[in-house]
């Protein structure tokens, strides 16, 4: 398996940070994009942050727009999500892959947000 291994999550009450880490196992020129999802209890897996590998543009699903920061540190093949005012719905597991060529699908990173 070549897979991405996240990490960074916990437990953190409403309105607290947290800061997600993504290791990409390798460089791919193929790679677009490397994207940030998350999958809430009982929903799919959804898009959360973007983030394009030649000009590092950003982008966010609204409701995280303001409170996400999706970034890279290209020398260490590894990708963050920073996470402020945090709120309970925002509890999930936490993935990352590249776009449009995903690496096989990591363990996920739990983050719970209590009130």
């Known amino acids: 398996q070549v897979q991405v291994v996240e990490s960074g999550g916990g437990v953190v009450q409403a309105g607290g940070s947290l800061r997600l880490s993504c290791v990409v196992p390798?460089?791919?020129?193929?790679?677009?994009?490397m994207a940030w999802y998350r999958r809430a209890p009982g929903k799919q897996r959804g898009l959360v942050a973007t983030?394009?590998?030649?000009?590092?543009?950003?982008g966010y699903a609204d409701s995280e727009k303001g409170r996400f920061i999706i970034s890279r540190d290209s020398a260490k093949k590894t990708v963050y999500l920073q996470m402020n005012s945090l709120k309970p719905e925002d509890t999930a597991v936490y993935y990352c892959?590249?776009?449009?060529?995903?690496?096989?699908w990591g363990q996920g990173t739990q983050v719970t947000v209590s009130s």
């Open positions: 892959n590249a776009v449009p060529y995903p690496f096989d």
């Open positions: 390798r460089s791919d020129r193929r790679i677009q994009a």
């Open positions: 983030l394009i590998t030649d000009d590092g543009e950003t």
